[in-house]
């Protein structure tokens, strides 16, 4: 009985990161659609913590960071040996944390959000915003190279190159839809695909971490009820 606790402990935690990652994707739609005056074509996701309705985006980074590391403790008691192991779970982890700070430690106005800020980043960054910057930097380093380290485990099992392909392509997207939008947002032009950009990275990186739940908890279901005697 202990052991089938356990075993649904682990399922339960995995599962987690398929809840954060899709999620969190879905929040951010649903309240960049609904609110006033919010482009999402052009604006950071991030702005959504600001404003009358702030507190949702908030409660979403803060969620799915906890999400996260959940995940990442699932993923501990899942991968006790052999390639990334040790990294995958602990660069998950560090993923979930950076999302809770991304939550604690807001954004600064910026990018014309809330109306009449300024259309490129803040001119003076507050504490709290740079801790949001910086965080927010962790939290797609972090996730980016938790793709390569994954890559490199499923090369190493029979079944699994298209993983290694889509793990290396995401690693690879998160990152360079990132730059994109950093790049797109520094002439501070009212109109551009920033906002695009920036989803593009985020779903890139976020669905992964979705997909990869399901994968590994679907072969922990397996390996649990192979050795049910």
């Known amino acids: 009985?202990?052991?089938?606790?356990?075993?649904?402990?682990?399922?339960?935690?995995?599962?987690?990161?398929?809840?954060?990652?899709f999620g969190f994707v879905a929040a951010a739609a649903v309240e960049g659609m609904i609110r006033p005056d919010y482009h999402a074509l052009h604006q950071p996701v991030s702005m959504l913590s600001l404003g009358a309705g702030g507190w949702r985006q908030i409660a979403n980074f803060v969620i799915t960071g906890l999400l996260m590391v959940a995940f990442a403790r699932g993923l501990r008691r899942t991968l006790p040996w052999g390639?990334?192991?040790?990294w995958g779970p602990i660069l998950i982890g560090i993923y979930g944390l950076g999302l809770i700070a991304a939550g604690v430690f807001p954004a600064d106005p910026g990018f014309g959000y809330p109306p009449g800020a300024h259309l490129g980043p803040a001119a003076t960054p507050s504490a709290h915003g740079t801790l949001h910057n910086l965080v927010?930097?962790?939290?797609?380093?972090?996730?980016?190279?938790?793709c390569f380290v994954f890559a490199r485990r499923f090369a190493s099992q029979s079944a699994g190159r298209l993983w290694v392909a889509y793990s290396v392509v995401s690693g690879v997207a998160v990152p360079a839809?990132?730059?994109?939008a950093i790049v797109a947002w520094s002439n501070g032009a009212p109109v551009n695909f920033g906002g695009v950009f920036q989803r593009l990275s985020i779903?890139?990186?976020w669905v992964w971490v979705a997909l990869l739940a399901i994968r590994i908890t679907h072969e922990h279901t397996v390996e649990s009820r192979a050795v049910v005697p």
């Not at 390639?83 to 040790?86: N, P």
């Not at 930097?137 to 190279?145: D, E, N, P």
């Not at 839809?177 to 994109?180: G, K, N, P, R």
Request: glycine share 14%; charged share 10%; net charge neutral.
């Open 1 to 21: 009985m202990q052991d089938d606790n356990a075993s649904t402990l682990t399922t339960r935690l995995l599962a987690c990161g398929a809840v954060g990652g």
């Open 177 to 180: 839809f990132l730059v994109a």
């Open 203 to 205: 779903g890139a990186g």
């Open 83 to 86: 390639a990334g192991a040790k």
């Open 136 to 146: 927010s930097l962790i939290v797609f380093v972090s996730l980016s190279a938790a």
